[in-house]
């Protein structure tokens, strides 16, 4: 298992539009509804390859046997008074890798990264009923609030989000 912190996403496209539809296919409340196909999948990367390269964003990937197996985002707020935080977005874990820890490497990697930008403070949301919201408080995330109806499922069924923080130690380490 191998732990990227990646400066492009084009080597990674095809894995990574598996992967998105994986866990979109499989329920995962990331923003996007069930079915997805391969072609918005893939526009989705390549918009967040965009962001990648304007440094808005930062992507770590787990990569097992040559393959991309899970991902998350960090998200930079680019406002003057916000500079010392990011958000947390879409965690993913291919099906076939789940139960190995995976989505704990990738937010240990989060910590490390954030605290590397100089990043105090993380924030990310979750919906309440999702298996990786045990894992957060695991982790030493605080939640802050629940939003009742907050995201929608393919169904139509209206879940609860939870929202959580923490805040890091930064370093002078450079995560690479």
Same mark, same amino acid.
């Given at each position: 298992?191998? @732990?990227?912190?990646?400066?492009? !996403?084009?080597?990674?496209?095809?894995?990574?539009?598996? @992967? @998105?539809?994986?866990?979109?296919?499989?329920?995962?409340?990331?923003?996007?509804?069930?079915?997805?196909?391969?072609?918005?999948?893939?526009?989705?990367?390549?918009?967040?390859?965009?962001? !990648? !390269?304007?440094?808005?964003?930062?992507?770590? *990937?787990?990569?097992?046997?040559?393959?991309?197996?899970? #991902?998350?985002?960090? #998200?930079?707020?680019?406002?003057?008074?916000?500079? &010392?935080?990011?958000?947390?977005?879409? @965690?993913?874990? &291919?099906?076939?890798?789940?139960?190995?820890?995976? /989505?704990?490497? *990738?937010?240990?990697?989060?910590?490390?990264?954030?605290?590397? $930008?100089?990043?105090?403070?993380?924030?990310?949301?979750?919906?309440?009923?999702?298996?990786? &919201?045990?894992?957060?408080?695991? $982790?030493?995330?605080?939640?802050?609030?629940?939003?009742?109806?907050?995201?929608? #499922?393919?169904? /139509?069924?209206? &879940?609860? #989000?939870?929202?959580?923080?923490?805040?890091?130690?930064?370093?002078?380490?450079?995560?690479?």
């Amino acid at each position: 298992m191998e @732990l990227l912190k990646v400066d492009n !996403l084009n080597p990674y496209l095809e894995d990574l539009t598996e @992967l @998105l539809c994986d866990a979109v296919d499989s329920g995962a409340p990331i923003g996007f509804l069930a079915p997805i196909s391969e072609p918005e999948a893939k526009a989705y990367w390549l918009s967040v390859n965009d962001d !990648l !390269l304007e440094n808005a964003r930062q992507v770590l *990937l787990v990569r097992e046997d040559e393959k991309i197996v899970g #991902s998350v985002q960090i #998200s930079m707020s680019p406002k003057a008074n916000a500079l &010392h935080r990011c958000d947390v977005e879409k @965690l993913m874990v &291919h099906t076939q890798a789940r139960e190995n820890g995976l /989505g704990g490497i *990738l937010m240990q990697g989060v910590e490390r990264v954030a605290a590397s $930008m100089q990043r105090q403070l993380l924030i990310l949301e979750v919906r309440s009923d999702d298996i990786a &919201h045990d894992m957060y408080v695991n $982790m030493g995330y605080v939640p802050f609030g629940e939003v009742p109806g907050y995201t929608r #499922s393919a169904n /139509g069924m209206l &879940h609860n #989000s939870t929202f959580f923080y923490k805040e890091i130690e930064t370093t002078h380490e450079v995560f690479s």
